[in-house]
Nanobody
Framework: QVQLVESGGGLVQTGGSLRLSCAAS???????MGWFRQAPGKEREFVAA????????YYTNSVKGRFTISRDNNKNTVDLQMSSLKPEDTADYYC????????????????WGQGTQVTVSS
């Protein structure tokens, strides 16, 4: 059982930056990791994913060029650097772990954090 704890959310103005961090309770090198988000009244959506060794990254189109996912398998952490934030980025952000090398679908993920809230004001 992998426990994931997100941190780093908060309130930021349009154009600002935030760095989300996800800390795992055990070694993460065996898991692909991802970030998802869920805005009020909307379904959870994929944001970014990173392969087990960090060699491959994937992003949803709306965040490409603005968000960067990274991982440190020595520290068992996965970060999401978010820049040029927009009001439409407002959501609860969730870290997740999959036994696959990576995944873009929430159904592929086995473990989830409880989320951290990001609010981007206009």
């Amino acid at each position: 059982q992998v426990q994931l704890v997100e941190s780093g959310g908060g309130l930021v103005q349009t154009g600002g930056s935030l760095r989300l961090s996800c800390a795992a309770s055990q070694h993460t090198f065996g898991y692909g990791m991802g970030w998802f988000r869920q805005a009020p009244g909307k379904e959870r959506e994929f944001v970014a994913a990173i392969s087990r060794n960090g060699g491959s990254t994937y992003y949803t189109n709306s965040v490409k060029g603005r968000f960067t996912i990274s991982r440190d398998n020595n520290k068992n952490t996965v970060d999401l650097q978010m820049s040029s934030l927009k009001p439409e980025d407002t959501a609860d952000y969730y870290c997740a772990a999959t036994q696959f090398n990576s995944g873009l679908e929430a159904v592929l993920y086995d473990y989830w954090g409880q989320g951290t809230q990001v609010t981007v004001s206009s």
